[in-house]
């Protein structure tokens, strides 16, 4: 297992990778905000970038990129441009975002527009999964030749809590279409978990009671039936199969993959690092449990951190978006690498990893963070 940290502009940093060199791309980069007054927030990454990034990825493999709700499309149509075939949308849902609203009754001294503001409070990030074209005349040959071109469902599925009610069989996901999967061994219920969607959360309260409580029931009869004159079921008839679903119960929110940070993972490994006093302007709210208090109620949001990079992504989150995407023992690229987060999902899981970031000062933080998970 490998890890290369690269201090540089990416557009000129990736020109020195190989061609066809690396599995996936998983990142988080500048969402063109000017989040915070950072000059490298200024606007999304250009076609040029992507260009660079589709040349050194092998061919079907995919790129997971974050963005923001008000600039995903810009994002996307530069990624799309640059030659990629756009495949979905996955979405972050999360509990913690703070509004950046003015109020208007307060700027405009006038009671009328009291309870008037100008944003909505933050709550998902989307991001895009594209592939590269296949260089080979079947998805089926490409993996075959560079490891590349499919999903890992069976690594990215939601556990289920109780695996003793489904019977010992395949559950492979790749029976052939058309055929007949046996009762009880379909793809959706296997016992390592549910199918894997395209929405994520962080298991926030505020998200969790978004879903309501819901039980998994039996399915009807009639499903069961076997067709008049034979002794088969059809195709869909055994999909449904003759058994109960999952049978567990509580909120929706169980459906899908809840990715939680760990308090302490965002300064693990930069214990020798200096506190950075940081503040958030036009804010409202707190987020206490990151450390950081909202002294003036609202406005300003103020804390201290040894990594003070402004939008580190939760370990658990990169994780999963890097076995979605790439084999095992895979090299995995991050071009805007930010304070690691990606890199520490990669190193933890096995993977190969290399990055490549503008600031001195985060690359600094990614490989404190990096290493310390080398080091466990």
Not at 142 to 162: E, M, Q
Request: aromatic residues 8%; charged residues 25%; contains cysteine.
């Amino acid at each position: 297992m490998t890890t290369q940290l690269i201090l540089g502009d990416c557009l000129e940093r990736l020109k020195e990778l190989e061609d066809n060199s690396v599995h996936s791309i998983v990142t988080d980069p500048p969402y063109g905000l000017s989040f915070m007054g950072k000059k490298w927030d200024y606007d999304v990454p250009q076609v040029e970038v992507w260009k660079e990034c589709l040349r050194v990825l092998k061919p079907g493999g995919h790129l997971l990129s974050f963005s923001s709700s008000r600039t995903y499309h810009r994002m996307t149509v530069n990624v799309e441009d640059a030659g990629f075939e756009i495949r979905d949308q996955l979405m972050w849902v999360y509990g913690s975002g703070f509004p950046k609203s003015h109020n208007l009754g307060k700027a405009v001294g006038d009671n009328e527009w009291e309870g008037w503001g100008t944003a909505l409070k933050p709550a998902h990030e989307p991001i895009v999964l594209c592939r590269k074209p296949i260089s080979e005349k079947t998805i089926a040959k490409n993996v075959l030749k560079w490891g590349t071109g499919g999903l890992n469902i069976d690594k990215s599925r939601v556990p289920c809590d109780d695996k003793s009610k489904f019977p010992e069989g395949d559950y492979s996901t790749d029976t052939p279409v058309g055929s007949i999967r046996p009762v009880n061994r379909t793809a959706d219920k296997n016992p390592d978990g549910r199918f894997p969607a395209n929405f994520i959360h962080d298991g926030s309260q505020g998200v969790l009671d978004l879903f309501p409580d819901t039980i998994s029931s039996k399915r009807s009869p009639k499903h069961n039936k076997k067709t008049e004159h034979t002794n088969t079921y059809t195709p869909a008839q055994a999909e449904y199969g003759d058994h109960n679903t999952y049978g567990d119960k509580g909120s929706a929110a169980r459906f899908f993959y809840c990715a939680k940070a760990s308090k302490k993972e965002r300064n693990a490994g930069c214990e020798d690092l200096p506190e950075v006093e940081w503040k958030l302007q036009g804010l409202s709210g707190s987020v206490a449990e990151d450390g950081v208090s909202n002294k003036n109620g609202q406005g300003t949001v103020r804390g201290k951190s040894k990594n003070h990079h402004p939008t580190v992504k939760p370990i658990a989150l990169m994780s999963y978006l890097i076995n979605l995407v790439t084999p095992p023992g895979g090299v995995v690229l991050d071009p805007f690498v930010g304070s690691g987060s990606t890199g520490c999902a990669a190193v933890q899981d096995g993977f190969n990893f290399v990055g490549i970031e503008l600031n001195e000062e985060y690359l600094n933080i990614a490989n404190k963070r990096i290493q310390h998970l080398h080091l466990l």
